[in-house]
């Protein structure tokens, strides 16, 4: 799938529309998204027609309404804030520090990006009316236009899938994925609308190492109890199922770390065996449905814990955790952790009464009836110099049963990444540092 550089529209996710690449490598506009309901105000807009105003909760600006401790948290005056760091600076250990109680006294001048107010504490200050204002010039707003949301895995600009679709099997090239930030962006972009993308011809003496940290640009690794890159190919005695040769049921990886990685990189090297297709499945997609047939169980599996567990004998990578099968950040679906066999059924037992477990298996058979459909799984057999990034929070990785003959080999590497260091590729203005600071002076 070749990426062509797109202007600065063509992947509005905060938009009425998301939009991506085709397997052509076009723009495809794919659903009508309906914001969320927000507990943010809005980013501000430049608004230069209508006055700054001083009201009995704080300020009005033209769309935002601010709170009285909200505007004295904003402020930008360079003894509040750091224009090199751009955080607060003036936060002394005291149990005043957030300036409770205080209140907007008077509206000074306004500007296009900056109003000036004094408040009830004796301090003048500035807080910014524009994300060019709050953040500095392009391309930094134009970059939080098209990414924040969907970086901050915002559910209203991801899509939710029950099947496999072109838009979400799209196959990407790796050399023009790697070309320029850009198309490395639009990929990311992919990803995390879908959770998952998958990348094709990568050169055979690119490590994932290598690719990770300098191609991709989103490293460091994530070291694991399996360390930091994973071959995983068959063995007589398995530590884990995925190095054996059987099925492995849909399901997201390190359940038994209380911080499970985010982002799982699939790279297969080589792969000449009879069998042994991998599907994936949209769990969000799943939860969702279940959210809405049965709130019932929904809430069983947002409240419940699971243990997780993997302590194979003799070694010393015992890890241990609990967590609910959905986690939810207000209204909205942040992580799923599901693993049938790194559950902890007898640790389960001894910790919740028969009556919340049966409650809990009701619930969790009824919901995995659903991740176990085919009809809802892509499947894909990856061959050498193929790799699938996934989002190990939302989409589950599974196999089928593979046969391996006498000259054939099943060899893919697996590493685990941070979210945030693919959002730091998507919303930093630069590849690299420079010496930059708010410019506020024209104000």
Same mark, same amino acid.
């Given at each position: 799938?070749?990426?062509?550089?797109?202007?600065?529209?063509?992947?509005?996710?905060?938009?009425?529309?998301?939009c991506t690449l085709n397997s052509s490598g076009c723009e495809t506009r794919m659903r009508p998204i309906?914001?969320?309901?927000?507990?943010?105000?809005?980013?501000?807009?430049?608004?230069?027609?209508?006055?700054?105003?001083?009201?009995?909760?704080?300020?009005?600006?033209?769309?935002?309404?601010?709170?009285?401790?909200?505007?004295?948290?904003?402020?930008?005056?360079?003894?509040?804030?750091?224009?090199?760091?751009?955080?607060?600076?003036?936060?002394?250990?005291?149990?005043?520090?957030?300036?409770?109680?205080?209140?907007?006294?008077?509206?000074?001048?306004?500007?296009?990006?900056? /109003?000036?107010?004094?408040?009830? %504490?004796?301090?003048? $200050?500035? =807080?910014?009316? *524009?994300?060019? #204002? +709050?953040?500095?010039?392009?391309?930094?707003?134009?970059?939080?236009?098209?990414?924040?949301?969907?970086?901050?895995?915002?559910?209203?600009?991801?899509?939710?899938?029950?099947?496999?679709?072109?838009?979400?099997?799209?196959?990407?090239?790796?050399e023009s994925v790697v070309s320029s930030l850009d198309?490395?962006?639009?990929?990311?972009?992919?990803?995390?609308?879908?959770?998952?993308?998958?990348?094709?011809?990568?050169?055979?003496?690119?490590?994932? /190492?290598?690719?990770?940290?300098? %191609?991709?640009?989103? $490293?460091? =690794?994530?070291? *694991?109890?399996? #360390? +930091?890159?994973?071959?995983?190919?068959?063995?007589?005695?398995?530590?884990?199922?995925?190095?054996?040769?059987?099925?492995?049921?849909?399901?997201?990886?390190?359940?038994?770390?209380?911080?499970?990685?985010?982002?799982?990189?699939?790279?297969?090297?080589?792969?000449?065996?009879?069998?042994?297709?991998?599907?994936?499945?949209?769990?969000?997609?799943?939860?969702?449905?279940?959210?809405?047939?049965?709130?019932?169980?929904?809430?069983?599996?947002?409240?419940?814990?699971?243990?997780?567990?993997?302590?194979?004998?003799?070694?010393?990578?015992?890890?241990?955790?609990?967590?609910?099968?959905?986690?939810?950040?207000?209204?909205?679906?942040?992580?799923?952790?599901?693993?049938?066999?790194?559950?902890?059924?007898?640790?389960?037992?001894?910790?919740?009464?028969?009556?919340?477990?049966?409650?809990?298996?009701?619930?969790?058979?009824?919901?995995?009836?659903?991740?176990?459909?085919?009809?809802?799984?892509?499947?894909?057999?990856?061959?050498?110099?193929?790799?699938?990034?996934?989002?190990?929070?939302?989409?589950?990785?599974?196999?089928?049963?593979?046969?391996?003959?006498?000259?054939?080999?099943?060899?893919?590497?697996?590493?685990?990444?941070?979210?945030?260091?693919?959002?730091?590729?998507?919303?930093?203005?630069?590849?690299?540092?420079?010496?930059?600071?708010?410019?506020?002076?024209?104000?």
């Open positions: 799938m070749a990426l062509s550089r797109l202007s600065r529209t063509s992947l509005r996710l905060v938009s009425s529309t998301v309906t914001p969320p309901t927000r507990h943010l105000a809005n980013s501000p807009s430049p608004v230069t027609s209508s006055p700054v105003a001083l009201t009995e909760f704080g300020i009005s600006d033209g769309c935002r309404e601010l709170l009285h401790i909200e505007t004295r948290n904003m402020c930008r005056c360079e003894a509040c804030f750091g224009r090199h760091s751009h955080h607060k600076t003036n936060l002394p250990y005291s149990g005043g520090n957030l300036y409770p109680g205080v209140r907007v006294t008077q509206v000074g001048r306004v500007s296009e990006h900056y /109003v000036t107010l004094t408040w009830s %504490d004796g301090h003048t $200050g500035l =807080i910014a009316r *524009t994300e060019e #204002g +709050e953040h500095g010039p392009e391309p930094v707003p134009s970059l939080l236009d098209k990414y924040l949301d969907i970086s901050m895995r915002r559910n209203a600009s991801q899509v939710f899938w029950h099947s496999a679709t072109p838009d979400n099997t799209a196959m990407f090239e790796y198309n490395l962006r639009e990929f990311y972009a992919h990803y995390m609308v879908h959770g998952l993308a998958f990348l094709k011809n990568i050169p055979e003496d690119k490590d994932l /190492v290598e690719i990770i940290n300098q %191609d991709l640009k989103c $490293g460091p =690794i994530r070291w *694991t109890v399996f #360390g +930091e890159v994973d071959v995983v190919k068959l063995q007589p005695e398995p530590l884990s199922a995925g190095y054996s040769n059987g099925s492995l049921a849909g399901h997201t990886d390190l359940n038994y770390y209380y911080q499970a990685p985010h982002v799982q990189i699939f790279h297969s090297f080589q792969n000449t065996v009879d069998g042994g297709e991998s599907f994936w499945v949209d769990a969000f997609s799943a939860m969702s449905e279940v959210r809405t047939e049965r709130p019932d169980y929904f809430h069983t599996l947002s409240t419940v814990p699971v243990f997780h567990r993997f302590t194979p004998p003799g070694t010393n990578k015992y890890v241990r955790s609990h967590h609910t099968v959905v986690n939810m950040v207000g209204d909205e679906l942040k992580k799923i952790s599901d693993n049938p066999w790194s559950t902890d059924t007898p640790l389960a037992a001894k910790n919740l009464d028969k009556e919340t477990r049966e409650a809990w298996w009701e619930a969790y058979l009824y919901y995995r009836a659903k991740v176990e459909d085919p009809s809802r799984w892509i499947m894909r057999k990856l061959r050498g110099g193929e790799a699938v990034i996934t989002d190990n929070w939302r989409v589950y990785h599974g196999r089928k049963e593979f046969r391996i003959e006498p000259g054939q080999e099943r060899v893919v590497g697996t590493a685990y990444i941070n979210w945030n260091h693919l959002q730091r590729v998507m919303l930093s203005p630069v590849e690299v540092e420079e010496p930059c600071f708010l410019q506020i002076d024209q104000h």
